[in-house]
């Protein structure tokens, strides 16, 4: 009986210290990789690199960290890794050691590479933890989870500003520190993710979300529009994080200080909306959030390339707040989707958006050499239409038994 009232509360309980663990994780984790971009002067300087070799520094880490999150998540939800979180990070804490006393281009690729490793073991895991320890808010649980993942990608160029830039490449070795700290936490959340694995295998639990009844043909289409909505979510947040100061610069003349405080403005909504997201999701439906986060930023975004300064920076706190609340809810509905398979649909998801990130920079970039960065903005203005697939997604509640 005590088994029994201990397997059923798992479910409906929200483990808070866990989460806010795994969200610091986050935050450390992103502020390292975010180093990546932040010391291309540095490096381009030193090793005398052209801009095609820096590309394809970006092209190493983002094929590294986002290849293997699907195959990474598929084979720890067939065998559980507990302690694979800390693993993941040490090869990011060898990385980095190795980035900060690299001689060579080709010790640059290899050093990111496994900072991209350490992302791809991290991403999957962290968000099967995160769901774990969601009890029935699973929403909020990765909108807590993605909010460190924000913070430190706005943390991480800013500490490289201070620390980097001014004294040299050799300064990364401090920012191992961080890697180290990480190390410390995950391998404590180990601990709690090989107990929790054998409280439910011994509780035998059977959760409600096991019994969403859907074709196979269904799953398939309704993944597939997932990952299209993701595309048109992270290519016009692309449009946004790599040349919206451009954009500033060029249409209306501001200076690059005032530039990146319009930037820094449009990041805080972004992580307003993701704090957002997951629990409007647990509240209304995954469904109607996505309805909203996606389509709903079309009107703010069509009106972009045509407003004055002032409104300019007015829409685009709409535009954030709204189209960032959408992927804890895009996750968490196909996690429910394909119960079983939380690892591999998070890695799939979270490997989808970085490289869509990194795709959506290079092509828009290219577009802009060849058009102009208002010519991108009037074009990217269309992306969040791609919301009105979400009619196609199948209501999950009414399917579940």
Request: charged share 10%; with cysteine; net charge positive.
């Amino acid at each position: 009986m005590e088994v029994e009232n201990a397997g059923a509360a798992i479910q409906p309980k929200t483990i808070f210290p866990v989460l806010i663990a795994i969200s610091l994780s986050h935050l450390l984790n992103d502020t390292v990789q975010s180093l990546i971009p932040s010391i291309y002067p540095i490096v381009k300087n030193s090793f005398h690199l052209s801009f095609t070799q820096i590309g394809f520094i970006t092209l190493t880490f983002q094929l590294s960290a986002s290849l293997l999150q699907p195959m990474v998540g598929s084979f720890t939800d067939k065998k559980p890794q507990p302690f694979s979180l800390a693993t993941g990070m040490t090869f990011s804490l060898v990385g980095l050691v190795l980035l900060s006393q690299a001689s060579s281009y080709t010790i640059i690729l290899v050093a990111v590479s496994l900072i991209g490793i350490g992302s791809s073991v991290f991403h999957p895991e962290a968000s099967k933890l995160a769901y774990m320890a969601a009890g029935n808010r699973r929403g909020l649980a990765q909108s807590i989870f993605q909010v460190g993942g924000n913070a430190g990608s706005s943390i991480g160029p800013l500490l490289a500003a201070l620390i980097i830039e001014p004294y040299g490449q050799g300064n990364i070795l401090w920012f191992s520190l961080l890697a180290f700290a990480a190390i410390i936490i995950l391998s404590k959340l180990g601990f709690w993710y090989r107990d929790h694995l054998s409280l439910r295998k011994k509780s035998k639990t059977i959760s409600a979300e096991s019994h969403i009844h859907l074709s196979k043909r269904k799953i398939i289409s309704s993944v597939v529009i997932l990952l299209v909505l993701i595309f048109s979510k992270y290519f016009y947040l692309a449009s946004m994080t790599s040349y919206y100061t451009f954009y500033l610069i060029h249409k209306f003349n501001v200076s690059v200080q005032s530039s990146q405080i319009y930037l820094f403005i449009f990041l805080a909504s972004v992580a307003a909306g993701t704090i957002l997201g997951g629990p409007l999701g647990d509240r209304f439906g995954r469904k109607y959030v996505i309805w909203f986060s996606i389509l709903g930023a079309a009107p703010f975004t069509l009106i972009l390339p045509h407003a004055n300064l002032f409104f300019t920076c007015v829409l685009t706190v709409f535009i954030g707040v709204i189209i960032a609340s959408a992927f804890s809810a895009i996750l968490v509905y196909a996690q429910e989707l394909l119960p079983g398979k939380i690892g591999m649909v998070s890695g799939l998801f979270f490997g989808f958006a970085f490289g869509m990130g990194g795709l959506g920079s290079a092509v828009l970039g290219a577009l802009a050499d060849k058009t102009s960065i208002e010519y991108v903005y009037q074009l990217c203005a269309f992306l969040p239409l791609i919301g009105l697939l979400t009619a196609f997604l199948p209501n999950l509640k009414r399917k579940a038994a």
